[in-house]
Structures are given as C-alpha cells and as structure tokens.
C-alpha cells in the first residue's frame, strides 16, 4: 500500500493487518480527519451467538469507537429472513421470526462487551433492518430501488458468479439479498449519517453496490471498507476448532475452551493474533510474536487472556488460566473445566468410556471414541484407558473423575445427588 493513513482509526487497522480494500482509500482518510463518522457493520442472525470469525468485525467496530468515531452494529432481522449467498454453496436454511429474535438476545450480549452503546457522539445505536425490511412495500421498493441495479451487475457479482460457476442454483430470494443491503446502507445514511460500510472481503460487491446507490439516490459520497479473510497458520478456517465453531457466548462454549483455544494457536499466528484481537501496542504484539521455543508458550498465553478478558471478562480468563496451570503442570482437575454432570439414571448398572468420552464432548461418536482408546489418547484421571468396553459404575464418580482426549482436551464428569 502506497497510502498512509493520518487518521487514527485508519492508522491503527492498517498497522494490525484489518485492511483488505477500501473503495477511496485517502477520501475516507480525509473524511475522518475532519470530525466523527459513523460506519457500520452488518451481522446476519443466523445462531444464538457469533463465533471466533465474526471477532475481525467487533475489533474493529471497537477501533472506530476508540478512535472518536460512531460505530453502529447492524443486526440483520430482515435480512436473515433472507440469507446471504455470499460465499455459500447452497441456500440458507429459512429460520423462524421466533427464532432470528431468540438469536438476537443471544449476539447483544457480545455486542454489549467491546462497544459502548447509548445517546453519546460516538455511543452506538443497536439497530435492527427489521425496522425498515419489514415496512417494505414490493412495488415501491421495485420502483425506487431496483431500477438502479442492472441483472448484468449482479451476475458479475463473486458470490452470485462463483454459485452459477459451479452450477449450483442461486434462488430468486438471495438474489434479492444484494439490493437489500444496500438499501440497508442507504437507510442508515438518511437515519444516522452512515457514510461507511465495513465487511468481510466477500461482502465487497454487496458494499460497493449499496455505496453507489446512496450516490445515485442521494448525490452524497459514502466509502466501503473490506477487511481480508483470516486463515491459521496451519490452513484452518479462523471461526473453527476439532469439535466445530468457537462461540464467544459462554452458553454455546465454556471460558475455559475458549481460553484454551487460543492458547493451543499455531506459533505462526501468534503475532497476527494479538495484533488483530488484542489491544496491546503494535510493537508488543511484534516482540512477543517473535517469541521462539519454550518463551512462545508464554507469548500465548497472553494471547488467550487478552482476547479471554475482553470476551468474557478478567475473572473468566484468571480462572481458565488457572484451571489450565493445575491440569497441566500439577497434574490436577481444575474446577473450570467442561463439566457433564450424570443422573443416577444415566449411569443405571453402569456407564461405558466410550458413551462417556462422546457425552463429555470429548469425541463426536462412539467410533470416534473407540479409536481415541485404541490409539492411547484417552485417560481418566490422568490414567490411560485401553479397554473400550470398560464400564463405570455410581462408585466410580464418588469425586469428579476427570476424562482426557490427548494432552490438551479435557473434562469433568460429575454425578448429581
């Protein structure tokens, strides 16, 4: 990159590796230096909470607001009714309005973690495109909207072109899923003086295109900003773990697995990482990511609270450090651990190791379970199990017994009464 930013905000996302493309590059730079703007970004409700890959776009809707801006965090009630195509091979499943609004509770509470909301200059409004999407007449919105978008315009479009390159079929409703995020741009323009738009670098034809139409409607400038895809050192996708998403809500995922995920992150992205998630000073995350040997291990573990603490607060990444400094290094349970807590009547006459290992979460199936004994990855209480046929009876959970898939994955089982 040629350009360099003088505004904070551009500055410090470029300098930590958040910037992909911008549509004008040194315009926004200007357009910061002159006083607070407000910038959004968009979020589908298509879960009860957001996971690791969504962090790119909360860090730096918080970088906007450090830096004096406004962000706004666009939940995506009408939209989700929807679905993005964008970088799917098929359709999204239709979810129920009953569910979309039970997801939404679900991702507030994140939003609420890393962004100031309220009525302040730079506090930001938590909006819903319900409140507009829904009003929507289909004749009108036909009439005023569609007229600025051509079919040989979408077509062009990565997400729709990639879909139909594969041959496999894009329906008419995500078709439409384009016009409506722009229309969303142009209607948090006249709301809120929203003049930028953020976005993974997939979303750049849906951002581009609303940009445009707020130029065409309203004579008025407005800036697309994408940020690049994160991948691990190791070629793994960036929201994923061995057992599926990481999830920043403690419902969907404990503090102690989050906390370990990020301290279990290949020693190449170290660096990446804390500059990326973390606020520590750029030359910081520089020093620790060039970290070697034994001092990486260190390194990482301010990685994973740092991010913990931000996610789930100083108390929860205080106690999944130590929970993981008793398992590992004194060999003991570690009381913030995964736990499956039995009924007398799960365990009944007797429980098998492998049900317990895949109840626990350990193992997605008994297959899988069966394997992990075969090949001397499974423990209980730190001890090694290899008869996969071995049962456990009520005795047997007197005090938690600890069960382990490897060295670094572990759980409680616990029997209730």
């Known amino acids: 990159m040629t350009y360099h930013p003088k505004s904070d905000f551009l500055h410090e996302i470029t300098s930590r590796g958040f910037l992909a493309d911008c549509t004008d590059l040194q315009g926004l730079d200007e357009r910061l230096l002159n006083g607070p703007v407000t910038g959004y970004i968009g979020f589908d409700l298509t879960a009860t909470s957001l996971h690791i890959g969504n962090l790119v776009q909360i860090m730096l809707l918080r970088w906007m607001q450090k830096t004096g801006h406004r962000p706004i965090t666009l939940m995506g009630g009408g939209t989700t009714k929807v679905g993005d195509p964008s970088g799917k091979d098929e359709m999204r499943k239709i979810i129920s309005v009953e569910q979309i609004n039970e997801n939404a509770k679900g991702i507030r509470q994140i939003f609420s973690r890393y962004i100031s909301y309220g009525d302040g200059p730079t506090d930001s409004p938590l909006v819903n495109n319900a409140e507009w999407l829904d009003k929507l007449g289909y004749i009108d919105f036909l009439r005023d909207i569609g007229k600025h978008f051509t ?77 690049p895809l994160v991948t691990r050192a190791d070629g793994k996708k960036m929201g994923k773990s061995a057992d599926g998403a990481v999830w920043l809500n403690e419902d969907r995922m404990s503090s102690y697995e989050f ?18 998630f973390t606020e ?126 490897g060295k670094k994955r572990h759980a409680l089982v616990t029997l209730e009464g």
């Open 280 to 405: 520590l000073p750029v030359e910081e995350c520089d020093r620790l990511g060039a970290l070697e040997g034994a001092e990486v291990n260190e390194a990482k573990i301010r990685l994973a609270n740092e991010v913990t603490t931000l996610c789930r607060g100083a108390d929860a990444a205080a106690a999944a450090e130590e929970t993981a400094r008793e398992v590992f290094e004194k060999g003991g349970v570690g009381e913030d651990l995964p736990t499956l807590a039995l009924s007398a009547e799960d365990v009944g006459d007797g429980i098998s190791i492998t049900q317990l290992i895949v109840r626990s979460g350990l193992a997605k199936s008994g297959k899988e379970a069966k394997r992990l004994i075969a090949e001397g990855g499974a423990r209980i209480d730190d001890a090694p199990v290899s008869d996969a046929g071995l049962m456990l009876d009520a005795g047997a959970f007197a005090s938690p017994v600890k069960l382990s898939a």
């Open 151 to 227: 079919i040989n315009r979408l077509l062009a479009f990565e997400s729709v072109k990639s879909r139909l390159d594969r041959e496999q079929a894009l329906s008419f409703i995500e078709f439409n899923y384009m016009l409506l995020q722009a229309y969303d741009f142009l209607e948090l323009y006249r709301r809120y003086d929203c003049v930028l738009q953020m976005g993974g670098s997939d979303q750049w034809g849906n951002i581009v295109s609303g940009a445009d139409l707020i130029r065409r409607v309203e004579g008025a400038e407005a800036f697309g900003l994408t940020t």
């Open 259 to 276: 906390w370990q995920w990020w301290r279990n992150v290949p020693d190449a992205d170290v660096g990446k990482f804390l500059k990326m």
